[in-house]
Each structure stands twice: as C-alpha cells, then as structure tokens.
C-alpha cells in the first residue's frame, strides 16, 4: 500500500502508515493500493488470489453450479425405439465458464459432456432406486464447483390394471373386411350388428419391490397373440404404439354370433415395453364376452 497526507504542512504519514503531527489543524490521510485482491473461493470457503470481484460487501462472490432434468431414465432392449435417454441441464454461476460431465456407473452412458446441457442414455438396469450419479463440474476463471444427481435406471417388467370396463354394445360389427379398432371391425358375413367392448387400462411398472410407475417417458408398446384355436377361430388384431400408458381392447366379431349362434376362441397374448415382455395372459373370446386370465 501506499499512504499519502492531503495536508503535509499538518500531518505526515509514512509507508508504514506512521503519522507525524507538524501543526495544529487537519489533514486527510490517504492509502493506495496495487496488488492481488483476495476473493473467495467456494466451496471451502477460504479466500484466494483471484480477479473475480467482491460484490463491495463483507460476502465474497462464489462459483456455483445446479442440475436440472428427470431423476429416472426407462431401459430398452436393442431391438426396441422406445425412449431410453434423458437430458439434464446445468446452470453454472457467475455465467461463462466451462462444463465437464462424469459418471462412475455403468448404468448409462453421457454424450455432450462439455456443454451445459448433457444426455444420459440407458445401458443397464439400476440395482437399487438412485444407485446412478451423475456429476458435473463447472469451472469458471480457475474456480470449480460441482454437482451430482442421481439417476435410477428403470426396466418395464409388470402391468398394473387401472381401469377395467366392458360396455355390452360398444363395438360394431361390420360385415366385409374393415379396418380393425376398439369401435368397429369387420367379419365374413353382410350387415352390422353391435357386440361388447372390454376395455383395460395398465400402468408400466418398474424392477423394484414394491414396483414403480414408469411414466412421463415415450416408450415403445407392442401387443401379440399365439395362433387363435376354437370354434370361429381367425386371425386376430394386434396393437402398438407409445407413451407411458396402455390402453387395451377386447371384441369378437362373427356371423355366427350375429345370427345367435355359440363361438369360443382362444389365444395368449404378450404384451412387451421397449422391448421387454411385461404381461403374459390367457384370453378367451365368446359371443357374449371376454375372460382373461389373470
């Protein structure tokens, strides 16, 4: 530092900040300083040579850094297209500086690990619910600071029924080849007659116990069934599609119900997310209804 008198005729200082009285009156004394400024550094909390500045306050500025983005990330296998990825977003303070994401897990995989914003994709099955951390570290003019998040890997294993409902004339039996949907289809026959429709709702669940909904995601949903065998067996419509949600029907057309005959048809159906079979169950079709078991 360097001290100065305003008033020498008064007062003097000297560099050790000494002042010597000459004559009564009154003198500013004044200090200049070059050098390092000292700032804070977070997290320790201890100050270092820096040029970030203080705010003109005791409170030092620090480097911070926060994760944003989903908790949870669906698994799929490699012949599925569901959704497996997720995108988290870190926002480093003060703005400017440089990202570097990491992971000790093999449970996904991290791309675009030196933007802000990084996707982690799925590649095994979490053991256990957060079992995943993802870390950044945010490093702006030679001061870091971190982050972590921790991710759960969830594989579609079981379907939890939410709704089940059966209207006793809600579809619609058109004779010819029509196209095949929860509200009408099509059979071998002429004319249109109204048949039931079964209607269940599942929820995706996930590997724990007790299991987990696995939602918010756009996974991939596929239906099949085994060969049909029984009186009036044909072939029988499958569904698909995706999102977080299944919605699934069940109706039989037939112009031997149409005329008040008997029919009984058989068949298994599996129903798979992203790849992963979820629900095996028997289904049985008459004229008049539908079981499923379980």
């Known amino acids: 530092?360097?001290?100065s008198s305003g008033n020498t005729s008064v007062a003097t200082v000297n560099s050790s900040a000494r002042?010597?009285?000459?004559?009564?009156?009154?003198?500013?004394?004044?200090?200049?300083?070059?050098?390092?400024?000292?700032?804070?550094?977070?997290?320790q909390g201890r100050c270092v040579a820096h040029s970030i500045p203080c705010n003109g306050s005791s409170t030092c500025n620090v480097v911070t850094v926060t994760i944003s983005g989903d908790t949870s990330v669906p698994l799929r296998t490699g012949s599925s297209n569901g959704q497996n990825s997720i995108t988290l977003t870190a926002a480093g303070n003060p703005s400017g500086g440089a990202y570097s994401w990491s992971t000790t897990s093999g449970n996904v995989t991290l791309s675009g690990t030196t933007s802000a914003t990084a996707t982690v994709t799925a590649s095994a099955a979490s053991a256990s619910i957060?079992?995943?951390?993802?870390?950044?570290t945010y490093t702006m003019n030679g001061l870091t600071a971190s982050s972590t998040t921790n991710i759960t890997v969830e594989k579609p294993t079981s379907l939890e029924v939410v709704t089940d409902t059966t209207n006793a004339t809600g579809h619609t039996c058109v004779g010819g080849s029509g196209t095949s949907g929860c509200a009408q289809s099509g059979f071998t026959g002429s004319g249109s007659y109204a048949s039931y429709l079964r209607t269940r709702t599942y929820y995706i669940m996930d590997q724990f116990?007790?299991?987990?909904?696995?939602?918010?995601?756009?996974?991939?949903?596929?239906?099949s069934y085994?060969?049909?065998?029984?009186q009036c067996a044909g072939p029988i419509a499958t569904g698909g599609g995706n999102g977080d949600t299944i919605t699934d029907c069940f109706?039989?057309?037939?112009?031997?119900?149409?005329?008040g005959g008997s029919?009984?048809?058989?068949?298994?159906?599996?129903?798979?997310v992203n790849g992963f079979s979820v629900a095996t169950e028997s289904v049985t079709w008459t004229?008049?209804?539908v079981s499923l078991s379980p």
């Open 263 to 272: 029919c009984g048809v058989s068949a298994t159906q599996t129903g798979t």
């Open 287 to 289: 004229c008049t209804g």
């Open 209 to 223: 116990n007790p299991p987990r909904r696995i939602q918010g995601f756009n996974m991939q949903i596929q239906e």
């Open 19 to 43: 002042v010597t009285a000459v004559a009564g009156g009154s003198a500013n004394i004044n200090a200049s300083y070059s050098g390092t400024e000292y700032y804070c550094y977070q997290p």
């Open 251 to 259: 109706y039989f057309c037939s112009a031997t119900c149409q005329t």
């Open 1 to 3: 530092s360097t001290w």
């Open 130 to 136: 957060g079992d995943t951390p993802v870390e950044v």
């Open 226 to 230: 085994t060969t049909p065998t029984g």
